[in-house]
């Protein structure tokens, strides 16, 4: 037993420990901070985005989806690089992660794009008649990546946004 005492290094290992405290300390607290910014700051957002027009399931996609990744994201590589991270390696890593992902999902990020445009611009909302690719028929639903139209035969036709738009 005192051969193992002997190879490790108390005294060495606990004073990292303690050296390494702060750091962690100043990650959790920088966590905590972002946690809190974006719990107070969601609100207000939401009630901007309803005051600007937008429609009710574009703010939510935009506040709970996309604004609360981009705090999480900017939250972990700021705690990451308290603690000793490489963050231009990780940021690195995650530009070339991204362009392979951007290729990979092409048609959804297009029809994504599309169904921001209809519900910014508005040219047509849930409720209306549309003709669309020699569809004509009331528009049931509308999400991001599709346009739900049902026919004057009672048949749901889904078409995606990048067709809608084009």
């Avoid at 005192?2 to 750091?23: M, S």
């Avoid at 962690?24 to 974006?38: N, P, S, T």
């Avoid at 969601?42 to 574009?58: D, T």
Wanted: glycine share 8%.
């Amino acid at each position: 037993m005192d051969k193992i005492w002997n190879l490790l290094d108390v005294d060495h290992i606990v004073t990292r420990i303690v050296e390494f405290l702060p750091d962690l300390l100043a990650a959790v607290v920088i966590l905590l901070v972002f946690w809190l910014g974006y719990r107070i700051s969601r609100k207000p957002l939401k009630a901007l985005l309803q005051r600007a027009g937008f429609h009710e399931n574009l703010i939510k996609l935009l506040v709970e989806n996309i604004y609360k990744f981009i705090v999480v994201f900017f939250s972990i590589v700021m705690a990451g690089g308290q603690i000793g991270f490489n963050i231009g390696a990780l940021l690195a890593g995650f530009g070339v992660a991204g362009i392979a992902i951007g290729f990979a999902a092409q048609d959804s990020l297009a029809n994504s794009i599309a169904g921001f445009m209809i519900f910014w611009d508005k040219p047509f909302e849930v409720g209306d008649w549309i003709t669309v690719n020699g569809q004509y028929g009331h528009a049931s639903s509308i999400t991001l990546r599709s346009t739900r139209i049902r026919t004057a035969n009672n048949t749901y036709v889904v078409i995606p946004n990048k067709r809608v738009i084009d």
